[in-house]
């Protein structure tokens, strides 16, 4: 069980006010880009350099990652001449925190001055041209426990963050989509960098054969339990977006199938491709500026 945090959707500005202005006083980065690392890739930020760490449990207001392969710190520093701050584990649903609280981070960061967001998760496979190991690029989303009322832009709107009715057809930036793409060239990873549409589901248990088969009619090539709470504040924030999942498990649409996902293969995978997702990462943070005209604008 974690000890911070609890269900009820009680953020105020105030809270928010307080855990940045707490951050602001004892880190001396301004970072312009933050970076959520999914399950397994809290490694992403060991390129970082002038760190500055805070462990979620001592930053105030903040929850705490209970999750597997989810560290649970705050990591400021600068990369590739950029100043990045970095998730190393992010929130969930299904660890009983309100999406208030899952996405508690992604408004601090539009308060530290933030402009782009980049989010990254584990997802399971659905298209069948997908391959466990694949880096997918998140071009849309389909937010399923949005459908059924689980939200996180529900309740009293501030207009200090964002209108009331955000546009979420270009949530995810296509230049820097495009920019992802080039660089996959370069670094000659086309044979395993995918372009897909991601599913998220409240979890924790992995789908049924059932559920996945409705998935795919859908039009969903991968599907997890997170990012898109965060992506939905960020765009709501008017934050850039750039999103990739990286596929550590093929989907069971077949029920003669044997073989049953877990999440220690999860986080293998990740651990496998995780030098190719950061050296991605890092040549994309290298080159954001090169889109810094277009940061409200997809």
């Known amino acids: 069980m974690h000890t911070k945090g609890s269900t009820e959707c009680c953020c105020s500005f105030e809270d928010y006010n307080q855990t940045t202005e707490w951050l602001l006083s004892r880190t001396r980065h301004r970072p312009k880009i933050a970076v959520v690392?999914?399950?397994?890739?809290?490694?992403?930020?060991?390129?970082?350099?002038?760190?500055?760490?805070?462990?979620?449990a001592d930053i105030p207001n903040f929850p705490v990652s209970t999750v597997p392969g989810h560290e649970g710190c705050l990591v400021f520093g600068i990369l590739k001449?950029?100043?990045?701050?970095?998730?190393?584990?992010?929130?969930?649903?299904?660890?009983?925190?309100?999406?208030?609280?899952?996405?508690?981070?992604v408004r601090i960061f539009k308060l530290l001055g933030v402009e782009t967001l980049i989010v990254t998760n584990a997802s399971g496979g659905l298209c069948p041209d997908f391959k466990v190991g694949d880096i997918m690029l998140i071009k849309d989303h389909i937010n399923l426990p949005g459908?059924?009322?689980?939200h996180p832009l529900c309740?009293?709107?501030?207009?200090?963050?964002?209108?009331?009715?955000?546009?979420?057809?270009?949530?995810y930036s296509k230049d820097l989509r495009k920019l992802a793409l080039d660089i996959s060239h370069e670094?000659?990873?086309?044979?395993f960098v995918r372009e897909g549409v991601y599913c998220m589901v409240?979890?924790?248990?992995?789908?049924?054969i059932a559920e996945a088969r409705m998935l795919q009619v859908l039009g969903c090539d991968s599907v997890g339990m997170s990012t898109v709470p965060e992506?939905?504040?960020?765009?709501?924030?008017?934050?850039?977006?750039?999103?990739?999942?990286?596929?550590?498990?093929?989907?069971?649409?077949?029920?003669?199938?044997?073989?049953?996902?877990?999440?220690?293969?999860?986080?293998?995978i990740s651990k496998m491709r995780a030098e190719h997702v950061q050296m991605m990462l890092n040549t994309l943070i290298a080159r954001s500026d090169q889109l810094d005209e277009g940061i409200n604008v997809n």
């Open 81 to 105: 001449g950029k100043s990045c701050v970095f998730m190393q584990g992010r929130f969930h649903l299904y660890e009983g925190y309100s999406l208030c609280k899952v996405t508690f981070p």
């Open 187 to 191: 670094l000659d990873y086309t044979n």
């Open 231 to 268: 992506v939905t504040v960020a765009k709501h924030c008017g934050l850039r977006v750039f999103g990739l999942s990286l596929i550590t498990n093929k989907v069971s649409l077949d029920y003669s199938r044997e073989e049953k996902v877990n999440h220690e293969e999860v986080l293998e």
């Open 37 to 56: 690392c999914g399950s397994g890739l809290g490694l992403l930020a060991d390129g970082v350099t002038n760190k500055e760490i805070f462990p979620y």
């Open 202 to 208: 409240s979890g924790p248990n992995f789908e049924t």
């Open 147 to 150: 459908f059924a009322g689980q």
């Open 155 to 171: 309740g009293p709107n501030d207009e200090r963050f964002g209108i009331r009715f955000p546009c979420m057809s270009d949530a």
